[in-house]
């Protein structure tokens, strides 16, 4: 999934394409120990090459690691923006949109590789994810307004 991401974010955001290969590789390796299965060899060779584009791309992008993390906060941003945008869209597909704010949480999830999320945006994931399984997304939660309590009747 998040190789397929960096593939269709390369020409937009090469960083975020990194930290989306980045990401998937931990993955891999996680899922692996997890296991406790160790690589097959063709298992192995995508893995290497994977890190050898990894890498390589590393040294294209010669940032600091400071600047890489912007970059993807900011794209994760860009997408936060407009995907609740999308969702508040009457005419919106809310198929789509489902997908859309799926697909957000899971480029904010590539943030993890810089350490734990920040307040800020572990509130933002799960504000995203939750929206992103409820029938109709973000719009029915932000048309919501707050109820007063019901009072109860006393008849006199």
């Known amino acids: 999934m998040y190789l397929s991401y960096a593939d269709q974010v390369e020409k937009v955001d090469p960083v975020m394409a990194l930290y989306c290969r980045i990401h998937a590789v ?37 940032m600091k690691q400071d600047a890489k993390k912007l970059r993807v906060e ?6 936060c923006d407009t995907v609740m945008l999308q ?3 009457p005419k919106a597909d809310k ?7 799926q697909s957000t949480v899971n480029f904010i999830e590539v943030l993890t590789e810089f350490g734990p999320l920040s307040p800020e945006w572990a509130k933002k994931s799960r ?19 707050r109820k007063s309590p019901r009072r109860k009747q006393t008849y006199s």
């Open 87 to 89: 969702a508040k869209n």
């Open 26 to 62: 931990s993955l891999i390796v996680a899922t692996k120990k997890k296991s406790k299965i160790g690589f097959q060899k063709d298992e192995s060779a995508f893995l290497h090459i994977l890190l050898d584009r990894v890498q390589k791309d590393q040294q294209l992008l010669g």
């Open 95 to 101: 198929k789509l949109c489902a997908a859309q704010l």
């Open 127 to 145: 504000l995203i994810s939750t929206n992103s399984m409820n029938r109709g997304g973000v719009l029915e939660n932000n048309r919501r307004t």
């Open 74 to 79: 900011q794209y994760c941003q860009r997408m």
